[in-house]
């Protein structure tokens, strides 16, 4: 019972760099998301989806793109890192019946 | 302004007594309430949640909450809290299923 993978876990890019982080759930919800937590703010959404081959923009969107082509798949790239980057990033998703959201364990990426 | 306010951001109870963690919300209608406990590395994990009807909701491990309307409070509450109830708790709240806001969060402390 995976529920909700995110890799990598842990990354170090340098400024200018750029990645993907790679969301998977196994529980064929529709919505996903896309946070990031830094220290005293909680979790803001960066972007989010409402089934496959959509995507929207949430509340912190620059430097970040995404992409669903797959159900089960929610990208998160950074096409070109900065230090204000720096972040843990959640993904998940969302029983729609319940309302209630689904994490997984977090990406911790550091820009230098 | 929609805003999700969880005024204290570090609490330290002993073993065996009784808990109350505030939250508090800025919202045009009543929203959705949530409450998710985050262990340390680990994501967010839904503790309760209230969407209508009866106002005092039951969650997992013990803990329970209560929507007041007339305070636009969500305070969450426990009559013992346990060692491993040690983890940080956010509130969130949403007129929408993907308004989602969460508060910046309490870290709790239980001393032996």
């Known amino acids: 019972n995976a529920g909700v993978t995110q890799t990598p876990k842990f990354r170090v890019l340098k400024t200018g760099q750029s990645m993907t982080l790679l969301c998977a759930q196994d529980?064929?919800?529709?919505?996903m998301y896309w946070y990031r937590q830094d220290p005293g703010m909680g979790l803001r959404l960066i972007h989010y989806?409402?089934?496959?081959?959509?995507?929207a923009k949430g509340e912190v969107p620059d430097g970040y793109n995404v992409s669903r082509l797959k159900k089960q798949n929610f990208l998160l790239g950074l096409e070109s890192a900065a230090p204000s980057q720096t972040s843990v990033y959640f993904c998940?998703?969302?029983?729609?019946?319940?309302?209630?959201?689904?994490f997984g364990e977090g990406s911790r990426l550091t820009v230098l | 302004a929609q805003s999700v306010t969880q005024p204290d951001i570090h609490i330290t109870v002993s073993e065996g007594a009784s808990l109350e963690l505030r939250c508090n919300y800025s919202?045009?209608?009543?929203?959705?309430l949530f409450w998710y406990v985050q262990s340390p590395g680990q994501g967010l994990q839904l503790l309760l949640k209230?969407?209508?009807?009866?106002?005092l909701v039951q969650g997992i491990k013990g803990f329970e909450a209560e929507f007041k309307r007339s305070q636009s409070s969500f305070n969450l509450r426990k009559p013992s809290v346990h060692w491993s109830d040690a983890a940080e708790y956010f509130c969130?709240?949403?007129?929408?299923?993907?308004?989602?806001?969460f508060g910046a969060g309490t870290r709790l402390t239980v001393k032996p």
């Open positions: 998940a998703s969302k029983r729609r019946e319940t309302g209630e959201l689904f």
């Open positions: 529980m064929n919800h529709e919505y």
């Open positions: 989806s409402v089934g496959e081959g959509t995507t």
């Open positions: 919202y045009g209608a009543t929203p959705y």
């Open positions: 209230y969407f209508s009807g009866d106002t």
């Open positions: 969130a709240v949403g007129t929408r299923p993907n308004d989602m806001r």
